[in-house]
C-alpha cells in the first residue's frame, strides 16, 4: 500500500481514537463536583484526566498524519458534529450515575483490548500511544468491573438502575465491534486488530462481569451505527456547542 | 479554601495562673511548639473550635469545586481543560483530608456533611459568586488561592498534628493552582482587546470578595486572642489582608491591570499599600446567605448527595451480603 493511502488510514483510527477519549472525557469531567461521594469525585476526574491526555496523543497524531497544519486542539474545538468519529456510546448522555457507570464500563471492556492489541501495531507510533494509555485504561477497567458488579449485586434499586442502564446503552456496543472499510484495511496492514476478534474477547469479559452483577443482557436489540460516519445523536451539536463555546465565539484567541 | 468565620469559645484568654495542672501543661506544651496529636487531652474549647475551623475549611474545599467545575466542559484548549480537571481533583482531595484531620477530633464525615447540606455548617463565602467568563478561572487562581496560600502558610505551624500536615500538603498544590490561575491572566493580557477586558472585568469583580477572605477587620474579631493563645491562628485578618494587597497589586501593575479600588496608593512611610475599605454589609450579607450563588451552591450540594443515595446504599448492601456470604461459607 502507498504511504499515503496508509496515513490516511491511519489518521482515520487515531482520529475514532482520539474522539471517543475526548468525547467520554468530556461528559465524564461534567460530574465533578456532583458525584455521589467525595471519593468519586476524584476517581471520575482521574478517569477524566487520563482520557484528555489520550485525547492529546491521539488527536496530535491524527494532525500530524493529516499534514495540514492543523493541531490536536483545531481537531477537537474546531470540527462540527459530521467530522467526529466516535462511537455512539460514548455520546450518550451522563444520565444518572449508573448511567455514566455502565457507559464507563461497556467501553473500558472494549477500549482496553483495542489498545492491547495495538501494541503490536506496524505503525510505530499508535503502538507507541497505546502503550502509555492501556497501563491507564488497564485500571478504569478494574474500577468500572468492579462497580458494575457491586452495584448490580448490590440493593434492589442499585439492581434495578444498573439493568436499566444496560438496556438503554447495549445497543450502542456493536458499532464498535462491527468493522468497516476503515476497520477492514487496517486490520489488513496490522495497523489495527480484527475487530472480530476484540468481539470475541469483549463478549466474554462483559458476559462474565454481568452475570456476576446478576445483570441481564438485553435480547434482540437492534444495534445503532453511525458514529464512525459522522451520524450522531440530536445531543451531540449541544455537547460540542458548550465544548466548542470560547474557540468558537473568539475565532483566532490564543489561551 | 479556609474558614473565614470562626467563632472560638468567645470566653478571655486565661491566664497559666489561672489555669488547671492540665490545662497548664497542655498550654505549655503548644508555648514549647510541641504539637498536639488527636489522643492528647485538650481543653474542650480548642477541640470545638477545631472541629468547626478544620470543618468549614473541608466545606469551602468542597463547595469550591463548583464554581471552577463550571469551566471544565468549555475550557478553551485540551492542556487548560486537563489542568483545571487536575485542579478541581486536587480541591476535592483537601477536603478529603481536611474531613480525616477533623475526624480525628471525634466528629464524623457523615455529620459534617449533614451540617453542610442542612446549611447549619458555613464554607468560604467566595465560593457565592458566579464563574461568568473563562477569565474567572483565571482570577480565581490567582485571587482566591492566592488569598488562601496566604492563610494556609501560617496554619502549616498550627498546634494541631494533623491540620498542620494536611496543610503542608494543601500549600504545595495551592501554589500550583495560583500560578496556573496567573498563567490564565497573563495569556489573557497578551491576548486579543476583547481577552484583556474579560481579564479586567474579572479581577474587577473578583478583587473585593478576595480580600473578603480573610475574615472582618481586627476591630469587629472578637474571638481571634484565644485562637491565637492555642496557636490555631498565628497572624490578624487585617495583617494577612495587607500582605495580600501589598503581594497583589504589582501582580495586577505586570499583567497592566488595575483593581477596582481607586485609593490604592503606595505608602513609602508605611513601606506598604494603602487601600481602601471593604464593604462588610455586603461580607456579613453573603456570609448570612445572601450572596448570588449562595442557593445554588447548596442546591448543587443537596443534589449530588441526594442523588447519589443508591449509589452508596447500593454499595453497603453489596457489602452487607458478601460478609454473609462469607459467614455462611465459613
Redesign the interface.
Given at each position: 500500500m502507498p504511504k499515503a493511502a496508509k496515513d490516511n488510514l491511519a489518521m482515520e483510527f487515531s482520529l475514532r481514537m482520539g474522539d471517543n477519549c475526548?468525547i467520554l472525557g468530556?461528559q465524564v469531567?461534567?460530574w465533578?463536583?456532583?458525584?455521589?461521594?467525595?471519593?468519586?469525585?476524584?476517581a471520575l476526574?482521574?478517569t477524566?484526566?487520563d482520557l484528555?491526555?489520550q485525547?492529546?496523543f491521539w488527536?496530535g497524531l491524527a494532525a500530524e498524519l493529516e499534514g495540514e497544519g492543523r493541531s490536536?486542539?483545531d481537531l477537537?474545538?474546531l470540527r462540527d458534529v459530521r467530522a467526529f468519529r466516535n462511537g455512539l456510546l460514548v455520546e450518550q448522555p451522563n444520565g444518572?450515575?449508573?448511567q455514566t457507570l455502565m457507559r464507563q464500563f461497556l467501553f473500558d471492556a472494549w477500549h482496553y483490548l483495542v489498545l492491547t492489541a495495538l501494541l503490536s501495531s506496524t505503525e510505530k507510533r499508535i503502538a507507541e500511544i497505546a502503550e502509555k494509555a492501556v497501563k491507564e485504561v488497564t485500571y478504569h477497567l478494574e474500577r468500572s468491573s468492579d462497580l458494575v458488579?457491586?452495584?448490580g449485586?448490590?440493593?434492589a434499586?442499585?439492581?434495578a438502575?444498573m439493568q436499566t442502564a444496560l438496556d438503554d446503552l447495549w445497543r450502542f456496543t456493536g458499532e464498535l465491534m462491527t468493522p468497516d472499510s476503515v476497520d477492514e484495511a487496517l486490520a489488513e496492514i496490522g495497523v489495527a486488530p480484527d475487530l472480530g476478534r476484540i468481539e470475541k474477547q469483549w463478549a466474554e469479559h462483559v458476559r462474565a462481569v454481568l452475570q456476576e452483577a446478576t445483570l441481564t443482557i438485553p435480547e434482540g436489540a437492534y444495534m445503532q451505527q453511525g458514529g464512525k460516519a459522522g451520524l450522531h445523536s440530536e445531543a451531540f451539536g449541544h455537547l460540542l456547542a458548550?465544548?466548542q463555546?470560547?474557540?468558537r465565539a473568539?475565532p483566532?484567541?490564543?489561551? | 479554601m479556609y474558614a473565614q468565620q470562626v467563632k472560638s469559645t468567645g470566653a478571655r484568654v486565661k491566664s497559666l495562673e489561672e489555669m488547671d495542672a492540665q490545662e497548664r501543661a497542655f498550654q505549655e506544651r503548644i508555648d514549647a511548639g510541641i504539637k498536639i496529636e488527636p489522643k492528647d487531652w485538650m481543653p474542650e474549647g480548642y477541640r470545638k473550635t477545631l472541629i468547626r475551623q478544620i470543618s468549614q475549611h473541608a466545606h469551602s474545599e468542597i463547595v469550591g469545586q463548583l464554581p471552577e467545575g463550571n469551566w471544565i466542559t468549555s475550557a478553551p484548549t485540551l492542556d487548560r481543560k486537563a489542568i483545571l480537571i487536575a485542579k478541581v481533583q486536587d480541591e476535592a482531595g483537601h477536603g478529603l483530608y481536611l474531613y480525616c484531620a477533623a475526624e480525628t477530633l471525634g466528629v464524623s464525615r457523615d455529620q459534617m456533611t449533614k451540617d453542610l447540606l442542612s446549611g447549619k455548617a458555613k464554607y468560604s463565602s467566595i465560593f457565592n459568586y458566579p464563574t461568568l467568563t473563562w477569565a474567572d478561572i483565571g482570577a480565581i487562581g490567582w485571587l482566591v488561592d492566592g488569598a488562601a496560600i496566604m492563610n494556609q502558610v501560617p496554619l502549616q505551624r498550627c498546634s494541631f498534628g494533623p491540620y498542620s500536615r494536611a496543610m503542608i500538603r494543601v500549600c504545595k498544590e495551592e501554589s500550583f493552582h495560583q500560578r496556573q490561575g496567573y498563567d490564565i491572566m497573563m495569556k489573557l493580557c497578551d491576548g486579543t482587546v476583547e481577552q484583556k477586558e474579560m481579564a479586567q472585568d474579572a479581577l474587577n469583580r473578583w478583587w473585593w470578595p478576595s480580600l473578603m477572605m480573610f475574615g472582618p477587620s481586627d476591630n469587629d474579631s472578637v474571638h481571634s486572642a484565644q485562637s491565637m493563645a492555642w496557636k490555631i491562628k498565628q497572624d490578624s485578618n487585617d495583617e494577612l489582608r495587607q500582605k495580600f494587597v501589598d503581594q497583589t497589586v504589582p501582580q495586577a501593575d505586570y499583567l497592566g491591570l488595575k483593581p477596582p479600588d481607586p485609593d490604592i496608593k503606595w505608602n513609602e512611610a508605611r513601606g506598604a499599600y494603602d487601600f481602601g475599605e471593604v464593604d462588610w454589609e455586603e461580607f456579613f450579607r453573603v456570609v448570612k446567605g445572601g450572596g448570588p450563588c449562595n442557593k445554588e451552591r447548596l442546591a448543587a450540594r443537596n443534589k449530588a448527595w441526594d442523588d447519589g443515595a443508591w449509589f452508596r446504599d447500593g454499595l453497603m448492601a453489596y457489602a452487607a451480603t458478601r460478609d454473609a456470604r462469607k459467614v455462611a461459607a465459613e
Open positions: 475526548l468530556q469531567a461534567a465533578c463536583g456532583h458525584a455521589p461521594v467525595l471519593e468519586e469525585d476524584i476526574a482521574n477524566a484526566l484528555i491526555g485525547t492529546k488527536l490536536a486542539d477537537a474545538f444518572d450515575f449508573g458488579i457491586r452495584l449485586d448490590g440493593s434499586e442499585s439492581h438502575r458548550d465544548m463555546f470560547l474557540q473568539y483566532g484567541a490564543t489561551w | -
